[in-house]
Structure formats: C-alpha cells, structure tokens
C-alpha cells in the first residue's frame, strides 16, 4: 500500500515568507509526528498528533511553527515570518497508533525547506 | 531529558566486512531502542529495534545488543554489502512519555567499499 506522502519534496522560499508543508498518513494510522532534521544531523521531534487531537507539541521551536491535523488524517506543518535557521527537512511520520511501542513509525522521505 | 550519543560518526568498511555502530543513551526510564536507515533523499526506515526487557536481537546479517546497567546499545552488521551504505541512526524511546517520543542520535555514514 502507500506509504507517508509529504509534499512539496523541496520548497524554497524568502526570509519573511510563510510556508506550508503537507504530509498524508498511511491510512488507518492514528498517529503523526512531524519531526524536523538539520544537516548532518538526527530528526528532532517537533509535535504529535492522535487523531486530530495535538498531545504534545513540546519541540516546536518557536511560535512562528504551528501544525493541524483538522479531520484527523491530512496534516499541515507551517511555518510563519520564516527564517535562515528554519532551512531543513521536514519529515512526517504514522504509526497506527502512537502509544503502542511495539508499532513502529512509518516515515515520508520528508520536504527540504531552504529560506534564502 | 532523554540523550542519545552515537559513534562513530563515519564508518568505512569494505565489503565482506563487519561494521559496528554504538550509542549510549541518558535517561535510565528508556525502554524501546530502534535503529533505522537513512538512504539520500529517503526518510529513515526502521531496521531492527530492542526492548529493555532483551539483550540482543537478531535479523539475518543485522543483529542488536542491549547494556542496560551501562546505558549502552550497538547495531552489528556482517557480510556487509554495497548497498548497506547509508546513514543509520539509534534512536530512544521513554515509555514514560506515553507516546513514541524518538529521540535520535547524530548519526552514522557507512561507506562499503567493493
């Protein structure tokens, strides 16, 4: 079946511009992180979401990042009055449901954010 | 909160040999250790993983261990191939969460040389 779907794959934009960053699930799967990785380095968390419920945005750097997952499948990762240090990619996860450890996290190949 | 420190961060081998990767991990409430793959391009994709509760795991030529007591866990490869090459990541996971909050480490590249 399909997989993580993120789009757009590479988004350039201005210092100042907002962007908005689209990830589609894996069908069925409750949960949703969205996890951000600079280069060179590991994914860091950013936020989760059960069903449309956001239970821990604990890793969203600061107040320009929101995200929503409104009907509780399509989520949308964005990003205001955008910055040099935002430049990364932005990967999207599913699991079936995110508080059973023993489902694992299926990634999407992520969108690369570079801010001019 | 939870660390997790890997090494090396660049590992060349050639092919046919074995291949190494370690990480220690800081929070002693952590539980779920999974390894992943990361192709260029790719998002990671979950290779093998361990729970607290076993010492080493075994997937073909991917095996895992677990130290516990010392905080450490380490991806073992053998008969390395070409397309092993990648980056491969040890992550953490503290059930006291509640939910899959990975915690990754840097990162390793694997080279396999023909």
């Known amino acids: 079946g399909a997989g993580v779907s993120q789009s757009p794959r590479y988004k350039v934009a201005k210092r100042g511009q907002d962007v908005a960053l689209r990830c589609d699930p894996i069908?069925?799967?409750?949960?949703l992180f969205w996890y951000q990785q600079a280069l060179g380095q590991g994914p860091e968390f950013l936020t989760y979401?059960?069903?449309?419920?956001?239970?821990?945005k604990s890793g969203l750097p600061s107040d320009r990042f929101f995200a929503e997952r409104p009907e509780g499948s399509v989520s949308t990762l964005k990003i205001q009055r955008t910055q040099q240090e935002d430049s990364a990619v932005y990967l999207c996860?599913?699991?079936?449901?995110?508080?059973?450890?023993?489902?694992?996290?299926?990634f999407g190949d992520g969108t690369r954010l570079s801010i001019l | 909160g939870e660390n997790v420190e890997q090494h090396p961060s660049t590992l060349s081998v050639q092919e046919g040999d074995s291949a190494v990767i370690k990480c220690t991990y800081s929070?002693?409430?952590?539980?779920?250790f999974p390894w992943y793959k990361q192709e260029l391009g790719k998002g990671p994709q979950l290779i093998i993983d361990?729970?607290?509760?076993?010492g080493e795991k075994k997937d073909q030529r991917i095996a895992v261990t677990l130290n516990k007591t010392a905080k450490h866990f380490s991806l073992h490869i053998t008969e390395t191939q070409p397309e092993d090459s990648a980056v491969y990541f040890c992550?953490?996971?503290?059930?006291?969460?509640?939910?899959?909050?990975?915690?990754f480490g840097t990162g390793t590249r694997l080279l396999v040389s023909p």
């Open positions: 979401f059960q069903n449309e419920a956001q239970l821990d």
């Open positions: 992550a953490a996971i503290n059930k006291n969460t509640g939910f899959q909050k990975l915690v």
């Open positions: 361990i729970r607290s509760n076993v």
């Open positions: 069908s069925g799967h409750v949960s």
């Open positions: 929070d002693s409430a952590s539980n779920y």
């Open positions: 996860a599913s699991s079936l449901i995110g508080t059973d450890f023993s489902q694992p996290q299926h």
